[in-house]
C-alpha cells in the first residue's frame, strides 16, 4: 500500500520553536508525501479539568495559521470532547491516524493518547508495526531549558517576554478588535488602542513593555513602534484588565473597529499606581523614551 502523508500529532499551543523544528524533520522522511498536523482543540484540559486549564498562548485560527507558516500542508483538528478522552490508543489510531495512510508518524518524545494518557510513543509504534514508523522527537533545548508551552507561558506571567520570544522564534502576540476605552490616554497626550484581554487566552504580567502594533485589516502594513501597558489602570481604579498600546508619534490614528497586532519585545516596568495626572505623564513620557532605545526608534 502506497502512503500519502507524513503524520505529525500534538496540542501545538503557540507553535514554539520545538514544534517548529518537529515539522521540518517530519518535511524530511518522506520527500514529496504533504505533511499533515492533527492538533486538538479546545485543550484537553478545557474538558476534563476545567479549573486547571491553562492559558493558552494562541488561539486556534492563529494555531494554525503558525502551523501552515511552519511547513504543514494541511491541518486536522480534532474536537476534543468527553467522549474523545474515551478512545483507548487503538481506537485513536483507528479513528485518527489510519484514515491518514501515513508513512510516517511523527510525535514528541513525551506524547501521550488514549484513555487516561494510556498509550505511549512504544504503544504507537506497536499499533502502527508494518504499516507506519513512528519518530519520537527529543525536546528542544536553549541555554540549556527545555522549549515547551509551559515554559513560555512562566515566562510571560513573570513578564519576561523576552524570554518568552526565545522560545517561540518570535515575539509573543496579542491580537483582537480594537475597542472604546476610557479615552484618557488621548487627553493626556497619548491616545492608545485598546484590547480587552480575552478570557482563557496568555498575556504578559501587568506592566509597560516596548514593542510593535499592526495593522490587520490592510495587505502589507507595516509594524509601528508602540509603548504597550497590560494591566487594569490602578491610578484611576480600573477594573477590567486590558492590553492599550500608545504608537509613538501618531495621534492620528483611528483604530477603533480595527483588528490589530500587538507584539512585545521587551518589559520596561511594572505596573504603578501614581500620586497625580503630573507624575503620571513623567513616567509615561519616559516610557516612550525607554521604547524609543529598545526599537532604535528616532524622534
Known sequence: MVASSVVVIGNFDGVHGGHVEVLRHAATLAPGLPVVVVTFWPHPMRVLRPEQAPKLLTDLPERLRLLKAAGAQEVRVVQFTRDVSTWSP????????????????????????????????????????????????????????????TLVRKALEEGDVALAATHLGRSFRVQGVVVMGDQRGRDLGFPTANLPVPPGMAVPADGVYAGWLTRLDETGARPMPAAISVGSNPTFQGLERRVETNVLDRKDL?????????????????QITFSGIEALVAQMEADVARTRGILGVEV
Not at 91 to 100: G, M, Q, S
Not at 116 to 133: H, I, K
Not at 254 to 270: K, N, P, Q, T, W
Open 254 to 270: 483611528e483604530l477603533y473597529g480595527v483588528e490589530i497586532a500587538v507584539d512585545f519585545v521587551e518589559r520596561l516596568r511594572g
Open 90 to 149: 487503538e481506537e485513536f489510531v483507528a479513528r485518527v491516524i489510519d484514515p491518514l495512510d501515513p508513512s510516517h508518524v511523527v510525535v514528541g518524545e513525551n506524547f501521550r493518547f488514549g484513555y487516561r494518557a494510556s498509550g505511549t510513543v512504544e504503544t504507537l509504534a506497536q499499533l502502527g508495526a508494518g504499516r507506519f514508523e513512528v519518530d519520537a522527537m527529543p525536546l528542544v533545548h536553549i541555554d540549556g531549558e527545555s522549549t515547551c508551552s
